[in-house]
């Protein structure tokens, strides 16, 4: 029914198309908020016929959000803005990687060290491999060499045919990392694809917490919690305030934070620093969307995927 539609469907900022009961022609417009009964919405444009407006009854068709749109600008802005806390020393490997200057920052050694607990790399190296023998896997000289570069470089690409241990490759990654004691944001473009990621780390003990808002944008969140009474039973009501609550408080209590690309320019992270991010699947997304966990402060970065099995989702 309509209050099924508007509760579970249309959330804050998405585009929708009113075509009018009975009249010819269209608008374009953007969510600003619903309630079980009602829906509120900015015009965008109009296809058709003035008349449309005269109308008393729409039918409503949802086309997109614009959120994820957004947080690709907003990231876009941050790299491109040099004095932003966001952004570090990575927008120069970023938006010079064929200059002379991109080249030599590729070249040279990080302006940021890794820390202490990660100079002895062949101790970290065998620890790995311990770890992947005790999981029943096989930690070979290809993952050891992408770990060894995760810990010396600051942008490292990893790709290959499906079988060849990407994934455990990224979760030693990962698991290396960890003994650093930075913040660490490992994403995918697609929530299988995180979730895929997630059960990896947990697989090989490493705590990570899943972070999701089922797409809806914390103010919206917020407000619907406080809007429920009489929609839904109080546990439902409590449940739902309790996965936000616990999602926002999360955070700053993992040191390995999961999540999709576009969520992670989710308002419960701003100010966040994430120095270190993994990005897997990254051939799924687009170039702006891969770079709204880049704008966390990120000082090294690691991009796994392969271009020939999974291109873009557009």
Do not use: Y
């Not at 908020?33 to 900015?42: A, D, I």
């Not at 015009?43 to 039918?59: L, N, Q």
């Not at 060499?145 to 290959?160: D, F, N, P, Y």
């Not at 899943?210 to 429920?228: C, I, P, Y």
Request: proline share 4%; net charge negative.
């Amino acid at each position: 029914n309509d209050a099924d539609f508007f509760e579970a469907s249309l959330r804050l900022n998405d585009v929708v198309e009113l075509r009018p009961v009975g009249i010819d022609g269209a608008v374009l417009a953007t969510v600003t908020s619903t309630t079980p009964k009602s829906l509120k919405c900015t015009f965008s444009c109009e296809i058709g016929k003035a008349t449309c407006f005269e109308a008393t009854k729409f039918t409503v068709r949802l086309l997109g959000s614009t959120t994820s749109s957004s947080r690709m600008a907003q990231a876009l802005r941050q790299l491109t803005q040099h004095s932003s806390d966001s952004v570090t020393d990575l927008h120069t490997l970023l938006l010079n990687s064929f200059s002379d200057e991109g080249r030599s920052i590729v070249n040279a050694d990080s302006d940021h060290p890794p820390a202490r607990d990660l100079e002895n790399e062949s101790m970290l190296l065998n620890m790995m491999r311990r770890l992947a023998e005790g999981r029943g896997s096989v930690f070979n000289e290809s993952q050891s060499k992408a770990v060894r570069s995760a810990i010396e470089q600051q942008l490292t690409l990893i790709h290959g045919p499906p079988g060849t241990g990407k994934t455990t490759a990224a979760v030693h990654i990962v698991s290396a990392w960890r003994h650093s004691g930075e913040q660490i944001l490992c994403v995918a473009d697609s929530n299988v694809a995180a979730d895929n990621l997630h059960s990896n780390l947990k697989r090989f003990g490493i705590e990570a917490l899943r972070f999701s808002m089922a797409g809806e944008d914390l103010d919206v969140s917020v407000r619907r919690v406080d809007t429920l009474a009489g929609t839904q039973t109080s546990q439902q009501r409590r449940a739902k305030s309790d996965h936000l609550f616990d999602m926002v408080k999360g955070v700053s209590d993992f040191q390995i934070v999961v999540t999709t690309c576009s969520s992670a320019g989710h308002p419960a992270l701003k100010g966040i620093s994430f120095p270190l991010v993994l990005i897997d699947e990254c051939t799924q997304s687009v170039e702006p969307m891969s770079l709204v966990p880049l704008s966390h402060g990120c000082r090294r970065a690691v991009l796994i995927g392969d271009h020939r099995q999974l291109p873009p989702t557009v």
